[in-house]
């Protein structure tokens, strides 16, 4: 077995001295933890990995062990973790930051629970956020979608809940042998999951959009149209914004946008309803001005 597929997390308290924890903490703490692979698997992963979760024996006094497991298949997992898809294990512990690297557990903890104060999607499948007091971040676009992604939330909250119980104050994620990611019961907070409305989901696609009607007030929404439907989106993109209203930006029938567009989904009283928001606006495509024929 590869010491690559391992990682610990660790329960720290005094609850837990004798090397015990109580099971009603710890049996929802690892069921989030399966959860949050399970929501985690499609975002990261362009194909079905059928990554699995499975604790290790040897339970040490104030931590268990887990590792991860790609397939039911033995030959299917040895090629996995000798071979080139070995870089895909790599970026799933990177992204989630059971690694070591800035993932999952830190931007959560970095965020202090609350939504970016800025947004800036690159051509790179980067994205850049800035959270109030803290300086920018450049992460990758997978990332911000697990952030955004309200299963994985939960799940996260979830792992870090048995910090509320009296006694038990640190929770460790451990990688290779070191502490990856250490958070404490005074950061509880900072995890929990942002309040969703029921059946909500968000995904954000790159595509182009037909301007029907621009709006020149910050807060207006515009009507654009897909090809198939119109719809009105509002715009996030505050550099884009900050151009229309100092009339740099100048608009005429047919011109299309660029752009990352964010649908929201939900149900409110059994319909279905979605909201559209353009996070950015990578470029304003001109229609040709046609020329008066005499």
């Not at 090809?227 to 550099?239: P, Y």
Request: aromatic residues 10%; charged residues 25%.
């Amino acid at each position: 077995m590869d010491e690559n597929n391992f990682f610990s997390i660790v329960y720290d308290g005094d609850d837990i001295a004798e090397g015990s924890i109580d099971a009603h903490a710890l049996a929802p703490a690892l069921m989030a933890l399966v959860t949050m692979v399970d929501e985690s698997n499609p975002i990261i992963f362009p194909e079905p990995s059928g990554l699995s979760l499975r604790i290790c024996s040897g339970f040490e006094r104030g931590s268990f062990e887990v590792f991860l497991e790609l397939s039911n298949a033995y030959n299917k997992f040895v090629g996995l973790f000798s071979g080139p898809d070995a870089q895909a294990i790599s970026s799933f512990l990177q992204i989630t930051g059971i690694a070591g690297m800035f993932g999952l557990f830190q931007l959560i903890r970095k965020s202090k629970g609350k939504t970016p104060l800025e947004v800036t999607f690159e051509r790179t499948e980067k994205v850049k956020l800035k959270f109030e007091g803290e300086d920018s971040d450049l992460i990758d676009r997978k990332l911000f979608t697990l952030f955004n992604n309200h299963q994985v939330r939960k799940a996260v909250e979830q792992i870090i809940q048995p910090l509320n119980r009296e006694g038990i104050n640190i929770f460790k994620i451990r990688s290779k042998g070191k502490d990856t990611f250490t958070t404490t019961k005074e950061e509880v907070p900072y995890f929990i999951a942002p309040v969703e409305q029921e059946g909500e989901t968000k995904s954000i696609v790159d595509t182009r959009l037909l301007i029907v009607s621009p709006s020149f007030h910050q807060d207006n929404k515009w009507r654009v149209s897909d090809g198939n439907k119109v719809i009105f989106a509002a715009i996030a993109d505050e550099k884009f914004m900050e151009s229309v209203q100092m009339g740099v930006e100048a608009f005429s029938k047919g011109d299309v946008l660029h752009v990352a567009l964010q649908t929201t989904q939900w149900f409110e009283k059994g319909r279905l309803k979605a909201d559209y928001s353009i996070i950015k606006v990578y470029k304003h495509e001109r229609m040709p001005q046609q020329e008066n024929l005499l």
